[in-house]
């Protein structure tokens, strides 16, 4: 058995690199950014107002100025605004030349003539600066990230219509297990719906990457290796549920040999998930992942995950936060690392959900998190800071 940082290690090593690829800008979130991208322009690309107002000489606040034209978003300003002047200007506009301060419309009093008067207390200019949010050829996106959908606000301002990310990885999904009907049948005596496949083809198209269903094989080799081969053949890496611990039909490691691939681990000290299995061959890879809902669950997020992860090149990882534990916590065992459901309190504290254990998977519904709890730690007192990762 090895731990649980051991295993992380081998499988981020054992993971390669998918090739890369054009997008469009609309199809870009949730990609993984390849090629940082570049501004073509400054922005704002003019001194900019930020408000709805006046715009003046600073030297002229507190003076009547007579109102020279009104300048709207989109329309570039006529006049120059000399000493005794000022332009009506709207949020969004371009400053005129000779101006140098805007006043707020609010902080500013109408007199007869055409002209106008600030009331305020002088204070910030209220104008954005040329340049001053991006420069022209300045990176505004770093690669190896996820592109969200800020970013796509910041692509679509620097014109970016194509971006270059990291292609899909093709990823197969099998269950394994004779007890397994599928999800749209009624079980009937000793059977229960396969809710791993379902599971495991949202985590993955929530990790961007592009899952395939190859369905349920039986507890029997001839089934398993059927299934395995035409999804090993389709796809760069394979989860398949089930069948990995070490009971008379736990045949899926024996499949994995069988096909020539090499199994790195089948024991990780970790919970749940101890029965974590990993093997390679040729660009190939499958994991064999614990049956138990909850430890599909988990071990996707932290195995698959960082596998997926490393293929893409994301070099920027979710963080995981350290807060305080809201209650006490102690168990009985302590041999290997464990994640516990959890919720975050209002007080930003870290609470343990109701958790029966990895078949229980209705307590992954009401949880936000899971907290580590580190190998060789028995008890936590409450308010002692504890790691929390988002699932
Ligand atoms: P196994 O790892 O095959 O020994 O399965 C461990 C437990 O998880 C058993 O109670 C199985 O019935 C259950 N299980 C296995 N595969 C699935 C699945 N695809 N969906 C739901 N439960 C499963
Ligand atoms: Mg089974």
Known sequence: ??????????????????????????????????????????????????????????????????????????????????????????????????????????????????????????????????????????????????????????????????????????????????????????????????????????????????????GIARDEEESITKLMKMALEENDLLLISGGVSFGDFDLVPRVMRALGLTIHFNQVAMQPGKPLTFCTGEKKAVFGLPGNPVSTFLQFEVMVRAFLDRMAGVTEHAPVLQMPLATDYSRKRAERLSWIPCTITPAGEAMPVEYHGSAHITALTTAWGVITIPRGQSWIQKGEIVSVRQI
Request: proline share 5%; hydrophobic share 40%.
């Open 1 to 214: 058995m090895i731990t649980f940082e051991e295993a992380l290690r081998i499988v981020t090593e054992s993971s390669f690199r998918t090739g890369r690829e054009v997008v469009s800008l609309e199809e870009a979130c949730g990609r993984v950014l390849a090629v940082p991208v570049r501004s073509d322009m400054d922005m704002p690309p003019w001194n900019k107002s930020a408000v709805d107002g006046y715009a003046c000489r600073h030297t002229d606040l507190g003076h009547e100025l007579r109102v020279l034209e009104t300048i709207a978003a989109g329309a570039m300003p006529l006049k120059e605004v000399r000493q005794g002047e000022c332009s009506r200007i709207m949020t969004g506009a371009a400053v005129p030349a000779g101006a140098d301060y805007v006043f707020m419309l609010e902080d500013s009093e109408e007199l007869p003539g055409g002209c106008v008067r600030f009331t305020g207390r002088p204070g910030n200019d209220n104008i954005a600066k040329a340049g001053e949010d991006i420069m022209k050829e300045q990176t505004v996106l770093r690669s190896g990230r996820y592109i969200r959908p800020q970013d796509i606000a910041v692509l679509a301002a620097v014109g970016a219509m194509q971006v270059t990310v990291c292609c899909r990885a093709h990823v197969g999904v099998i269950s394994t297990g004779n007890e397994l009907v599928e999800p749209d049948c009624v079980p009937a005596g000793a059977q229960i719906r396969n809710s791993n496949s379902s599971q495991l083809m949202a985590q993955l198209a929530r990790a961007g990457a592009i899952g395939k269903y190859y």
